[in-house]
């Protein structure tokens, strides 16, 4: 790479690309130039760090290695471009303004949890003796203050906040940890927190500390604000306070996340592998699922035998916790149902003071808003479930040019995608974007990402079908728009991730996509590329009584099922749930099963899975998505291997075996815990069978798994492990959801793929 003649001064350009910005990059080259006796000087421009180095080659070559080796925890370098330099007339190493030199853009910096030596300073530092914003180089807000690029302090929300005499001395000290933090503030100097109770307002914060604690422990709820949004908080153990804050979020059965002291404390209520244990430590902080050791108060996970576990991730978390005996706290988004969460402290403030008993504030604006991500590890890797804090707006790199591609992901699970050169750049969680508010959320966040990151839309992807929400949105962007069937979209999200390259078998299972036929689709075996996709298998169409109904009323696909098999003699068999509904409604299904009224085709896994569930009476009247599945996973006896027969022909895989020995099954002990485990053998030995078919049909050993099924952490291990047991090459989501969360970046790399392969009709050749 340089001179051979390691006597002699030499000269390079280095361009750092990645996430060099925001996270104490500049100044830790700074220190090791100095170290190595290296001249020059070091930049950040809109699109990398620049840095100029001259000395004896052995220095440079050192100087480079370490470089890759050393640097800041919470950076990443994708690449280093190096090019020899002319030697300029310099005395040392210095840093050098920010400079915008294109429309091209570096890496945002994720959100990042407060580091150790900041909470040090919690207890040591002069000035920040229990201030609860605390930050420096390597940790603090980011992305949810950053307003513009370069980032400098005057593109951020702490543009109104005058730097203190002392703070400047720090932020222009490149041997300080603090040097260039745009969020540097202290208690001299900084935003400063607020308790606002019914009939007054607390400022001191050792007060706001005693109230707090006090109330906590006695039961109460406050609204908190935190780095992405606002949170609700209570004792986890207190479930009194747990059910009162279910009735202010209007949320009667979905778990809360908690977050727990430190984690000695989580571990006497959860199971933590080593891996877990990563997750849990590391900078972003996710809430992580994992399973239950001791039960918290009963309506916290309300028998899902899991935890939503978070540790501390700002100043004012680790404060509260140490004031008092606090051990565990339901920390929930700040929102009512299934809005956004809310950001502004007078909105906070309007709809949280007279519900909650107290809405605790500080004085820095939120500009980006951004809810706790979530994350479950399986077979020891990471699987993001929800991408939000602490991962947005870190992008992935691309095998392909996708340079003013808009993604605009699924309707349920709400995300969009931008490209730029050779990355897509991820936007953080929406909801639902039928919810109004949801919508408006992404519409703005779209606004944004443009400004942010300078993207100039010039072709849009959505998905097939006609009336979702955020096809519509692309449609009405004035650009020219490109379709991408729903599970290819899946598949292609994992083939972006994993720099896939070759056709694979896609397993794409969920609850709903629209298909090609115009049916519903979610149990697909594929054999695609990045390009097309051939759908090859996938379980047998059934009627879906009542259309969306079906989501909500689980039990209307299990009549469907048990009517294919019984007929009307369905009525006959002694089941709990046929009690439980009235017989006049069973008919009604009947009859429009019958006759063809409102029962759309579907094949969906999502509506097999729920008629298992309600046959099993495990959860006929959910109250939140995805929640009858969820039950009926945690029902699983992991030590039943047992299975169920299927039928496999001309692609199509049919049940109609298994559902007389599950209602046999049902008479047994441990009736539904072994038929759950049996269902979910079932299903992995579908997968497994049908793969090994097509192996041999096509020639392809590569399998990518993806869809919102493989949030199954017992289906995807085991799936995973048998497959390789079997010599399958196996690829699934890990850095972005296998749920409609990833949709976007399948939507956006299989279009940069087809647009890199397109030529046009006139310049073919014969």
Not at 448 to 458: D, Q, V, W, Y
Not at 594 to 601: A, D, S
């Amino acid at each position: 790479m340089f001179d051979p003649d390691h006597l002699t001064d030499v000269a390079y350009k280095l361009t750092i690309i990645g996430l060099v910005q925001g996270v104490g990059f500049r100044p830790f080259v700074y220190r090791l130039a100095n170290e190595l006796k290296i001249k020059g000087w070091v930049k950040n421009t809109n699109y990398a760090l620049i840095a100029h180095i001259q000395g004896p080659t052995d220095n440079i070559e050192s100087f480079v290695h370490q470089l890759r080796e050393q640097k800041p925890h919470a950076s990443r370098i994708d690449k280093i471009l190096s090019e020899k330099s002319d030697l300029q007339n310099l005395e040392n190493f210095t840093i050098v303004a920010s400079e915008i030199l294109s429309d091209e853009v570096t890496n945002i910096s994720p959100d990042i949890a407060v580091c150790d030596h900041c909470l040090e300073d919690l207890i040591h530092h002069p000035r920040r003796i229990n201030y609860p914003l605390v930050n420096c180089c390597h940790c603090g807000p980011r992305f949810s203050i950053i307003k513009g690029l370069p980032y400098d302090r005057e593109q951020t929300t702490m543009q109104s906040f005058k730097i203190c005499d002392n703070c400047k001395v720090e932020y222009n000290n490149p041997y300080d940890r603090r040097f260039h933090a745009q969020p540097i503030a202290c208690n001299d100097c900084g935003p400063v927190y607020q308790l606002h109770l019914k009939d007054e307002i607390i400022t001191n914060l050792q007060d706001i500390l005693n109230h707090l604690s006090l109330k906590i422990s006695k039961g109460r709820i406050f609204a908190f604000k935190g780095v992405g949004g606002f949170q609700l908080a209570c004792d986890a153990l207190n479930d009194e306070a747990v059910q009162r804050l279910r009735i202010i979020k209007q949320r009667d059965t979905k778990p809360f996340a908690v977050m727990f002291k430190n984690l000695e404390i989580l571990k006497k209520y959860a199971y933590v592998s080593s891996a877990e244990e990563i997750e849990l430590l590391s900078f972003r902080k996710p809430i992580l699922i994992l399973n239950e050791l001791k039960s918290l108060a009963p309506n916290v996970s309300l028998n899902l035998g899991t935890i939503g576990a978070m540790l501390p991730y700002i100043p004012f978390h680790y404060l509260l916790f140490n004031h008092q005996n606090l051990e565990v706290l339901v920390m929930t988004s700040g929102n009512i149902s299934d809005e956004p969460i809310i950001i502004d402290n007078r909105q906070a403030i309007n709809i949280f003071l007279d519900i909650t008993d107290g809405v605790l504030t500080y004085n820095r604006d939120i500009y980006n808003r951004l809810d706790d991500s979530v994350v479950s590890v399986v077979n020891d890797k990471p699987r993001l479930i929800r991408r939000s804090r602490g991962f947005v707006p870190s992008p992935i790199n691309l095998s392909c040019n996708s340079e003013g591609i808009f993604a605009s992901g699924a309707e349920l699970t709400g995300t969009f995608c931008i490209g730029k050169q050779n990355q897509a750049i991820m936007s953080q969680y929406f909801g639902d974007l039928q919810n109004y508010e949801n919508f408006m959320f992404y519409s703005e966040s779209y606004e944004r990402f443009k400004k942010l990151f300078r993207f100039e839309p010039k072709i849009a992807v959505t998905d097939m079908h006609p009336d979702y929400v955020p096809v519509k949105f692309a449609q009405q962007l004035g650009i020219p728009v490109e379709y991408v069937q729903h599970h290819h979209a899946h598949i292609g999200s994992v083939m972006a991730e994993h720099e896939i390259n070759e056709p694979v078998i896609g397993v794409a299972f969920d609850g709903t996509g629209f298909g090609t036929d115009g049916n519903i689709w979610g149990s697909e075996f594929l054999i695609c590329d990045a390009i097309n996709f051939k759908r090859v298998a996938h379980f047998e169409y059934m009627p879906l009584p009542g259309g969306d109904k079906a989501v909500l009323q689980p039990w209307r696909s299990a009549i469907a099922y048990l009517y294919k098999i019984y007929g009307k003699n369905l009525l006959n068999i002694d089941l709990q749930i046929l009690k439980k509904i009235d017989k006049k409604n069973i008919s009604i299904i009947i009859e429009a099963i019958e006759k063809g009224i409102n029962t759309p085709f579907s094949c969906s896994a999502g509506r097999l899975f729920d008629a298992v569930a309600t046959i099993c009476n495990i959860c006929t009247h959910p109250t939140f998505h995805a929640e009858t599945p969820m039950r009926l996973e945690a029902a699983i006896n992991k030590f039943c291997d047992g299975k169920y027969p299927f039928s496999y022909k001309n692609g199509i895989i049919s049940f109609d075996a298994m559902w007389p020995e599950i209602i046999s099954d049902l008479k047994g002990s441990n009736a539904v815990q072994n038929i759950s485990s049996k269902f979910h053998n079932t299903i992995i030995d579908v997968i497994v069978y049908v793969c090994k078919v097509l192996r041999k049909d096509f020639g392809l050993n590569t399998v990518v798994l993806s869809g919102g099924t493989f949030q199954n952490r017992y289906l995807l291990e085991k799936a995973e492990n048998i497959l390789s047991e079997n010599i399958f090459k196996v690829y699934s989501n890990q850095q972005f959801p296998s749920n409609d969360g990833g949709i976007a970046l399948g939507q956006l790399y299989i279009t940069a793929k087809k647009l890199e392969n397109y030529v046009p009709r006139d310049t073919r050749k014969n």
